[in-house]
């Protein structure tokens, strides 16, 4: 593995854009269908079937046109709880509640109806949803929340997870849930921040996490929300795909569900890529999860080229490619998880094998206490007190709600879109 000077990065991406028609509106578009040639992948076969995944995040509205014909399983109770103990429910109609979630799964499984025509990137997966409760409730902890959903998924099933939910700190509790499903051989995805003010949420800093970020039809990453005139740039990025210039489902200042508003963010690029290797893994059902992520890193951009890592303009192996992954057997990759090298250094190797011997032997695995962790003692010091804060897509800007004292910041990562004013038309690729 070797890093990459910018000229060659630059290089390896120019190979994989090629202009596209600039959408018919001048807002959003789903220009990345066509940029990875869905439709083509779907023709011959590979749209997710009987591959397994689990999306993480707030609520959803099950009942929209996009999800007609998905198989779409939404947990009924829901992980969170109000203030007097009743569960916070993963279906809703109210925007506040499922304008994220719905539009994250919306790129998986989405069937073209209704607003945006959103059309899933792996229409024929098993999707399982498991929802943190809503705006108006009593927000979770990490102990209760994630780790919850991440010990659901795994027992439902799930081969790949992929969150857009992010907290500055977490429990050694949930930490263990995702080195858990990293040891049953799930492949766990999280969304980078949109910021580089950011300083890297969790659970995206573990090692074994997959961590996406966005970029647009240009090959650029997408702007920073808080950084005027720089890029979102996440040095641990393990790859990027489409986040920016996107149609999204929903206008939360009207609440009208039918309503096409324009959007970007690392929160739609990551489930992205989580459709992406459903659709690999429906092709090579043998390979392990550790090999699918070997691939990925491996053959990104539409053409072949050597192991490329990118650390300091975002791209990190470079842009996801449905093509070329489809192109390649997996299994010719070691068994390894080769994303074990980010700087937290948490779970380490070691501690991940210990935790595949507990399975393999029958004892369920169980968090260990921070003293058995390196720097876990840390971590529980960063879950402070923290206000929620939940970015939304469409116009509308960022929510601020003022949490309970002993409540671990939760960060959404869809962005407030910026608007073009230069009038350059959009350019895409074939990936």
Known sequence: MRHTPRWMLAAALSAAIVAIPTAAQADGSNWWYDYYSVADAHAAGWTG???TVAVIDGGINPELPVFDGADLTVDPAGICEAADGTPL?????????????????AVIVGSGKGASAIRGIAPDADLRFYGMGNASGSPC?????FGDAIDKAVADGAKIITTSVGWSGATNRAIQSVTNALAHGVIVLAAAPNSQLDTGPYPGKLNGVVLGSAYGRTGDIESDEHAKDEKAITPEATVVAPGDDLLLIGDRTTGDWNASVDGSGTSIATPIVAGILADVWQKYPKATSNQIIQSMIHNTTATDHPLLRDTEMGYGYGPISLGHLLRVDPRQYPDVNPLMDKKLGIPTAKELAATKADIAAGREPRARKPSSFDGYAALDAHAAPSPLLWWVAGGVG??????????????VTVRRRRRQTDGVDGTGGTA
Do not use: Q, R
């Not at 601020?400 to 939760?410: D, T």
């Open 398 to 411: 960022a929510l601020l709600l003022i949490a309970a004292a002993a409540v671990v910041v939760v960060i």
């Open 141 to 145: 902890l990490g102990e209760k929340s």
């Open 89 to 105: 429910p993963a279906s809703s109609t109210d925007m506040a509640v499922s304008f994220h979630g719905s539009n994250v799964t």
């Open 49 to 51: 079937k009987g591959v």
